[in-house]
């Protein structure tokens, strides 16, 4: 079955607001995530990772944050613009099985 | 910046037929794989491939389907006799070891009519 999961399935927000996706995980041994973005027509798309040891991680406008003590998961984006606008995915790489993926979080940014 | 393609873009088939999905991926990866997303529903791990023979494959992956690296630089899907729920998006991936993120191509959009 699936070990990752996204709380919501749509999300809409204003251009110049920022979105906040989250996800859970089941497994407390998952040491690795990642967030994967797919816009329509096109294959997923790597945005950011992170690994246990960290609490948080940066990118550009992206940041991505990890709560292991409830196993959850949030990507965070700053000054949302319509180009962000797609599906995300959060997935877990599990050493030497599939990826697996959620359904993912549909961002839609309103101008 | 290196990139997995895919070949061709959309094929359309009739039921029945043999299709065949190419994918060229990135030069140095030595882990390859297959997905396929059905319209409107999540993206499935079909098929994983590494040092020349198949490591894992999901039940999706049955009989129907073949998965071969004829040269050093194409990877290629055959669904031997297509059925309408075959049609969908397939996407294959690489990526340089197998903990590390995989980069995915733009995916082949197959109809089966």
């Known amino acids: 079955g699936e070990s990752v999961g996204l709380h919501l399935p749509t999300l809409s927000v204003q251009e110049g607001d920022n979105s906040i996706i989250n996800c859970a995980y089941s497994?407390?041994?998952?040491?690795?995530f990642i967030w994967y973005k797919q816009e329509s027509g096109k294959g997923p798309q790597f945005i950011i990772d992170?690994?246990?040891?960290?609490d948080k991680r940066q990118g550009q406008r992206v940041t991505v944050l990890l709560n292991k003590t409830v196993k959850h998961l949030s990507l965070q984006i700053a000054a949302t613009q319509p180009g962000d606008s797609a599906v995300y995915f959060c997935?877990?790489?599990?050493?030497?099985?599939?990826?697996?993926f959620g359904k993912g979080t549909r961002l839609s940014v309103i101008a | 910046e290196p990139e997995v393609t895919q070949t061709p873009s959309h094929q359309v088939t009739q039921m029945g037929q043999e299709v065949i999905l190419r994918c060229v991926p990135i030069?140095?990866?030595?882990?390859f794989y297959w997905y396929r997303q059905i319209l409107g529903q999540k993206v499935e791990f079909l098929v994983s491939f590494y040092n020349n023979e198949i490591s894992e494959k999901s039940e999706i992956f049955d009989d129907q389907f073949s998965v071969e690296r004829p040269d050093g630089s194409n990877f290629t899907l055959k669904i031997r006799s297509t059925k309408l729920e075959d049609s969908a998006m397939y996407f294959c991936?690489?990526?340089?070891?197998?903990?590390?993120?995989?980069?995915f191509g733009p995916g082949t959009r197959l109809t089966v009519l």
């Open positions: 497994n407390s041994a998952s040491d690795y």
């Open positions: 997935a877990e790489p599990p050493r030497n099985t599939p990826l697996v």
């Open positions: 030069s140095n990866h030595l882990y």
């Open positions: 992170i690994r246990s040891n960290m």
């Open positions: 991936a690489s990526n340089p070891d197998s903990y590390n993120e995989q980069f």
